[in-house]
């Protein structure tokens, strides 16, 4: 399967979130959520989100290089909105993209002011219904640390199966290593219910 040959909708909307791909105009957005929310980024997540230093600049080469990877298809990146309010929540991706069978796994990001209201579950629920059914995905991986106790509960909220501990698999923030649980979802089957419209803009 060629992925560039691949229609993809790329407007979603549930009750409370309207999720798109990056567009530069989310610059001063991004930037906001990353200063607000780069400690927790920090422990958790990594990269250029992470930091404290970072800057509109390093911003804008984030979401250049989403945009790209997404034309490319080896990196798929929307930007969640509140429907309500418009503002900039978080992020989910699609990442370590394999197409030769095809499979990948979801990453998110929800702002700290956002935190603890179910975004992280809805988004990964979108995506997982977005992964088999419009990406053709054949294996998909939700991996968290331990540690993170609202992350580890989005894969069991959404039925995926717990398969491992990846032991001392990644280093964190302050050196230290992190486990890691790996958890798999071979369809969407059996999802929370949850109301999806989607769109090419």
């Known amino acids: 399967m060629n992925p560039q040959l691949l229609t ?16 530069i105009s989310d610059v001063s957005e991004l930037h906001k959520l ?3 929310s780069w400690e927790q980024l920090n422990k958790w997540y990594g990269g250029i989100l992470s930091k404290e230093q970072t ?5 804008q080469v984030y979401i250049n290089n989403a945009l790209s990877s997404w034309y490319n298809r080896d ?5 969640a909105f509140s429907k309500d309010t418009g503002q900039l929540i978080g992020a989910c991706s699609f990442h370590h993209l394999d197409w030769t069978v095809p499979k990948g796994r979801i990453g998110y990001i929800v702002r700290k002011s ?13 995506f997982t219904r977005y992964g088999f059914q419009h990406l053709i995905i054949k294996r998909l991986e939700l991996r968290t640390a331990p540690g993170n106790q609202a992350s580890c509960m989005v894969p069991r909220k959404l039925g995926f199966q717990f ?9 964190g923030a302050q050196g230290d290593l ?4 790996i958890h798999v979802r071979f369809n969407a089957d059996n999802l929370p219910h949850l109301h999806i419209d989607y ?3």
């Open 8 to 23: 993809l909708p790329t407007s979603i909307a549930t009750d409370r979130l309207l999720l798109r791909p990056w567009a």
């Open 34 to 36: 990353q200063q607000e």
């Open 55 to 59: 800057t509109k600049d390093d911003i």
């Open 75 to 79: 990196f798929l990146e929307f930007a």
């Open 114 to 126: 956002a935190s603890g209201k179910g975004y992280a579950t809805e988004m990964a629920n979108i």
């Open 163 to 171: 398969l491992t501990v990846f032991e001392k698999n990644k280093v």
């Open 178 to 181: 992190w486990d890691l649980e």
């Open 199 to 201: 769109s090419q803009t």
